[in-house]
């Protein structure tokens, strides 16, 4: 399923002084995200693509059962290049838990991708990665407490499409006319938004069980598995 897992931080990287452009009375530009989400949603649905259907959640762990000791999940093939873990229906009862992601190419040897911590209060922790791996499995060390949670990996082909059009949202809003800077940096978002749509190949999990089963390239459909 798609969603928009940008924060902040992550289209700071494009404008580090991106907080100098809040609104009077603005603390944040999340009322630009939630519009920028829905408005990428939409023009994918224009294209004739199904929301739910893109970016599959390959699922490396379930919720629902609760851990009182280190665990090591059962590893998982990805043929979808993912680059994105996702950690959410948490659970812990002491901070501090660390969740490893794992990824090997053999199946047999794995090596460290990236470690998350998560805390008492954390409803999502998601963060990205930059190796890619055929297999992946997590480890949870868990000292005292318990901890619970669901994981998945998720493609990050969409964070762009994501971050170019929540940008050119903040930045019309910042406009006074047709020619100042505000809407200069508009118009070059909105470019490279527009320019990423019509390129972008999509994978779609058709069944719902977090593989892709079609890639559609200019409305061409083509079986992957």
Known sequence: MLRNYLDLEYIKGFHPELENYLWSG??????????????VQNDLISKGLNPRQLSPELVLRNSGSIITEDETTESISD?????????????????????????????????????????????????????IYKYYRLRSIVLTGSLDYR????????????????????????????????????QYYEEKYNRLLSSGQYELDINGDGIADVSNISNTLKIIR
Do not use: C
């Open 26 to 39: 603005e603390t944040d530009f999340e009322k630009q995200k939630s519009i920028s989400t829905k408005e």
């Open 79 to 131: 043929i979808s290049n993912s680059l994105r873990l996702v950690i959410d229906n948490i659970t812990a009862d002491v901070s501090g838990k660390e969740i490893t992601l794992e990824g090997s190419n053999d199946n047999e040897t794995f090596y460290e991708v990236i470690t998350v911590t998560v805390l008492t209060s954390s409803d999502i922790v998601t963060a990205e990665y930059d190796n």
């Open 151 to 186: 994981a998945y990996i998720v493609e990050t082909k969409y964070d762009l499409l994501f971050a170019y059009k929540w940008l050119s949202i903040i930045f019309l809003n910042s406009q006074t006319d047709n020619e100042d800077k505000w809407h200069q940096w508009y």
